[in-house]
C-alpha cells in the first residue's frame, strides 16, 4: 500500500524550498544484412565493445512479473554496473547520474521513463523486440549522454497473420492486436495498456476516509512496417503515455496535490538498401514530455509546469564491406525545446506569476565516423569519433543581479541570436583480442559529452525533476571512462561469464545550491541557481549467464565506489554520490519444471544509498538551530528482496495460446526504505527536545495473478 500522506508531504517540502538531501533519500538481402549485425552484437566474445549486453524479449518473459508486469527498466537494473534507487526505476550506470543515461525508443529519446512515481516503466513488454546496453565503449552514433545508452528496439507485427494478444493482471491490463495489412509486404501492430488503480481508489486510501486519492496511467504503442519496394523499407513508430495523480484533503480542506505528467512520441525510418552490403537508414522524430505539479495550502497555491521537446533527424550510410571490415558514417541532429519552470502562485486575493521564462532553444548536432575492423584472426578493432557541437539561441533575456538580488541591467537576446555555442571531439576505440575459441580479452575508451542537463530537487527521481540546456554558465557535462574486460564461455554448460574493470571521471555536474527554491524572483537567470563540480567512479563487475536448457538465468555483483567534489561545497571536501553503492548482487533463477509449469526466482542486494543527518541540535534566542553530519557520510540501510513467479500453460497450441501466472513480490516481506526523514518531539519550553529518524517504505509483500491470452 502507498504511504500517500508521507510521500505528497515530501513533494510538496521540495517546492516550499526544504532542503531536499537533508531530509529524504534518496525479408531481403538488406534484412540478412541487419540480421548480420545485431549476430555479432550480441555475442560477448566476438564483439570488440567493452560492456555491451543485449536482453531479448524471451529472457523478459522469463523474469518474475511485478505487479502482473514484465518490466524491461527492472530487467535492466538486475545487470551489473546497473543501480536503481530503490523499489523505483531510477537508473545509475557505473556510478552517473539518472540524466546521464539516452534511453530511446526506434532511435528516439525518452526522457522520463516511469509510471507510478517509478515503480513502473512506460515501456510495454509486448512491444519490445531486444534492449541493447552500452555502458563502457559507447559506438560514436550514440551521443548526448555520458554515462550509457539503452536502445529498445520495437516488434514490426506479424507480416502472415493477424494475432490478438491480452493479459489481465492485478493493477493493470494489456492488449496487443497485430498483423500483416498486406500479407509479408506490410504489417501494423497496436498495443495498450491501462491501470486501474484509480477504479480501486479506496483500498489504496485504507481507512482513512478523510483524503481523497485518484491515479491511473495508460500507455499506446503502434508501430507501422510497410517494404516498398525491393530496395526500400519503411517504418512509423507511435508512442503516448500518460499518469494523473491526485490527492485532496476532503475533510479539512487544507491540502490538495495534482500531477499530470506525461510522453507523446512519433517517430518514421527509411531504410534504403543500396547493394549487398550498403544501405542508407533516414531517420525523423519528435519526442514531447510535459508535466504539471499544482498544489494548495488553505488559502495559497501554485503551479509549476515544464515542458521539453525535441525534433530528431538522423541520416546513416552503413557498409559491410567485408567479413574484416564494417563502417558507418552519419549525421544527428536534435532541435531541443526546453520550458524547464513556469511557476504562477495565488495568495488569495493576489495572483503572480513568478515565471518570465517560456522556453529555451537550442540545437545539438552531431557527425560521427565509426568501424570495426579485424586486423588479424585475433584482434578486432572498433573505433569511432563523434564530432558534437551545441548552440543555444534567443529569445532569451539574461539578468545581471548586484548583492541582494536587486536587479542592475539585462541583456536581450533575440528570436535565433546565438547566445553560445560549444563544439566537442568525441573520441571512442574498443580492441578484443581473442586468447582462445571462447576466450576473449577487451579494452575500452570513449569520451562523451551532454549538453542538456537534469536538475533534480530531491535524492528521489519524481516527474517534477526538471531538465535545462547547457548555457554560457552551464558548461557541458563531460564523461572519459577507461574499461578493461576478461570473457569467458563454457559451451558444455552454455555459460557465457565476464569481469570487467572501469574508472570514469566526469566533470561540469551540476547541483542546486541550498535554499535556492525557497528564492524566487520575478526576472531571474534560470541557470544562477547550481553549484559545479566534478565526480570519479570506479569499480568491477562480474558476470555469468546460462541462456540455454530447463535452467537460465545469470548471477551478477558489482563492487563500486562513486564520489563527487564541489568547491562551493564544504569548501570542496570530496563525499559520496548519493547514488554510491558498494555492493550490489544480483541473482536471477529461471527452471521449465516441464512444458505446462515453470518456475522463476530473483533475489537482490544492494548496499544502502548516502545521506546526510542532523547530528545535534542547539537552541539560540528561543530557535532551534540544526547542525548536520559531512554531506552524505550516512548511509540508509542495506535493500535487499526477494521475488518468485510460477506460470503454468494453460493451452499452447499453433492456434491460441494462454496461461497463468502468479508471483509474489518481496516474498519475505522486508521492508526496505524509500525514503528517510526526521521527527521531533518535545516542549521547547522546556528546553526538551527528541529527534529521531523515520523510515518510509512502500512495499512488503505483493502478491499477483494474471492471466495471458494469445491467438
Same mark, same amino acid.
Given at each position: 500500500? /502507498?504511504?500517500? =500522506?508521507?510521500?505528497? &508531504?515530501?513533494? !510538496?517540502?521540495? %517546492? #516550499? +524550498?526544504? $532542503? ?32 555491451? /549486453?543485449?536482453? =531479448?524479449?524471451?529472457? &523478459?518473459?522469463? !523474469?518474475?512479473? %511485478? #505487479? +502482473?508486469? $514484465? ?45 507510478? %512515481? ?594
Amino acid at each position: 500500500m /502507498l504511504k500517500n =500522506t508521507l510521500l505528497l &508531504l515530501l513533494l !510538496l517540502s521540495i %517546492f #516550499l +524550498g526544504v $532542503n531536499a538531501q537533508q531530509d529524504s533519500l534518496s525479408i531481403e538481402k538488406s534484412k540478412e544484412l541487419e540480421k548480420a549485425l545485431v549476430k555479432s552484437k550480441t555475442s560477448g566474445i566476438e564483439q570488440a565493445e567493452v560492456g555491451g /549486453l543485449t536482453l =531479448t524479449k524471451k529472457e &523478459l518473459e522469463r !523474469l518474475p512479473q %511485478f #505487479l +502482473g508486469e $514484465n518490466d524491461p527498466i527492472k530487467a535492466m537494473q538486475l545487470l551489473p554496473g546497473i543501480q536503481s534507487s530503490g523499489d523505483g526505476n531510477g537508473i545509475y550506470v557505473r556510478g552517473g547520474g539518472i540524466d546521464q543515461n539516452l534511453i530511446t525508443l526506434d532511435d528516439i529519446p525518452i526522457y522520463n521513463v516511469s509510471h507510478l %512515481f517509478g515503480f513502473f516503466s512506460v515501456f510495454n513488454a509486448n512491444t519490445i523486440q531486444k534492449i541493447e546496453l552500452h555502458k563502457g565503449g559507447m559506438p560514436a552514433n550514440f551521443g548526448g549522454r555520458v554515462s550509457s545508452v539503452i536502445a529498445i528496439t520495437t516488434s514490426n507485427g506479424n507480416l502472415n497473420k493477424w494475432k490478438v494478444d491480452g493479459s489481465i493482471g492485478i493493477l493493470a491490463s494489456t492488449l496487443t492486436i497485430q498483423g500483416p495489412i498486406k500479407k509479408d509486404t506490410s504489417s501494423l501492430l497496436f498495443s495498450m495498456r491501462r491501470t486501474y488503480v484509480d477504479l480501486l481508489k479506496n483500498i489504496f486510501a485504507g481507512n482513512n476516509l478523510n483524503f481523497q486519492t485518484n491515479y491511473f496511467f495508460y500507455d499506446m504503442n503502434f508501430k507501422y512496417f510497410h517494404r516498398l519496394n525491393a530496395k526500400n523499407k519503411l517504418f512509423v513508430t507511435g508512442f503516448m503515455g500518460s499518469d494523473y495523480f491526485l490527492y485532496d484533503d476532503t475533510k479539512e480542506k487544507t491540502f490538495s496535490n495534482e500531477i499530470n505528467w506525461g510522453t507523446k512520441l512519433i517517430s518514421s525510418k527509411l531504410i534504403h538498401t543500396i547493394n549487398e552490403t550498403s544501405s542508407l537508414t533516414t531517420t525523423l522524430g519528435v519526442t514531447d514530455y510535459k508535466m504539471d505539479f499544482k498544489a494548495s495550502i488553505y488559502n495559497y497555491s501554485f503551479d509549476l509546469n515544464s515542458s521539453n521537446k525535441d525534433i530528431v533527424s538522423k541520416i546513416e550510410y552503413l557498409n559491410k564491406k567485408s567479413n574484416q571490415l564494417t563502417y558507418r558514417i552519419g549525421i544527428d541532429n536534435t532541435y531541443h525545446i526546453i520550458s524547464p519552470n513556469n511557476f504562477q502562485a495565488n495568495g488569495g486575493v493576489s495572483k503572480y506569476n513568478y515565471s518570465n521564462l517560456k522556453e529555451l532553444n537550442s540545437n545539438e548536432g552531431a557527425l560521427y565516423v565509426s568501424g570495426e575492423y579485424k586486423l588479424t584472426k585475433k584482434i578486432e578493432l572498433s573505433a569511432g569519433i563523434r564530432l558534437s557541437s551545441f548552440v543555444q539561441f534567443g529569445p532569451f533575456t539574461r539578468y545581471d543581479y548586484s548583492k541582494g538580488y536587486a536587479q542592475k541591467d539585462s541583456i536581450h537576446f533575440t528570436s535565433g541570436k546565438i547566445i553560445t555555442s560549444y563544439f566537442n571531439p568525441e573520441p571512442r576505440i574498443s580492441i578484443s583480442y581473442t586468447l582462445s575459441t571462447n576466450a576473449a580479452l577487451k579494452a575500452g575508451f570513449s569520451q562523451n559529452y551532454q549538453y542538456i542537463h537534469l536538475a533534480p530537487v530531491s535524492s528521489i527521481s519524481l516527474p517534477t525533476d526538471v531538465w535545462i540546456p547547457s548555457s554560457s554558465i552551464v558548461k557541458p557535462q563531460m564523461g572519459r571512462q577507461y574499461s578493461i574486460g576478461y570473457y569467458k564461455q563454457f559451451p558444455k554448460k552454455n555459460i557465457e561469464t565476464s569481469v570487467e574493470v572501469y574508472y570514469k571521471q566526469m566533470n561540469n555536474l551540476i547541483e542546486y545550491k541550498e535554499g535556492v527554491l525557497s528564492i524566487i524572483k520575478l526576472q531571474s537567470n534560470y541557470d544562477d541557481n547550481f553549484f559545479f563540480g566534478k565526480g570519479q567512479s570506479y569499480g568491477i563487475e562480474f558476470f555469468g549467464k546460462k541462456s540455454i536448457g530447463k535452467i537460465t538465468g545469470w548471477l551478477s555483483y558489482t563492487l563500486s565506489k562513486s564520489t563527487r567534489n564541489f568547491n562551493d561545497i564544504e569548501n570542496g571536501r570530496t563525499f559520496y554520490a548519493k547514488n554510491d553503492r558498494r555492493h550490489d548482487i544480483s541473482f536471477v533463477f529461471n527452471y521449465e519444471i516441464n512444458s505446462k509449469w515453470s518456475f522463476s526466482g530473483i533475489f537482490v542486494y544492494k548496499t544502502g544509498n548516502a545521506m546526510t543527518i542532523p547530528v545535534s541540535r542547539y537552541f539560540l534566542q528561543g530557535n532551534i538551530i540544526n547542525t548536520y553530519s559531512p554531506k552524505n557520510s550516512y548511509r540508509i540501510p542495506a535493500y535487499h528482496r526477494a521475488d518468485i513467479s510460477v506460470t503454468y500453460q494453460i493451452k499452447k497450441t499453433d492456434a491460441r495460446e494462454s496461461s497463468l501466472n502468479f508471483s509474489i513480490y518481496n516474498v519475505y516481506g522486508r521492508q526496505n526504505p524509500f525514503y528517510m526523514y526526521f521527527e521531533t518531539k518535545g516542549d521547547i519550553t522546556k528546553f526538551s527536545v527528541e529527534t529521531k529518524a523515520k523510515q518510509v517504505s512502500l512495499f512488503t509483500i505483493l502478491p499477483s495473478i494474471s492471466y495471458k491470452i494469445s491467438f
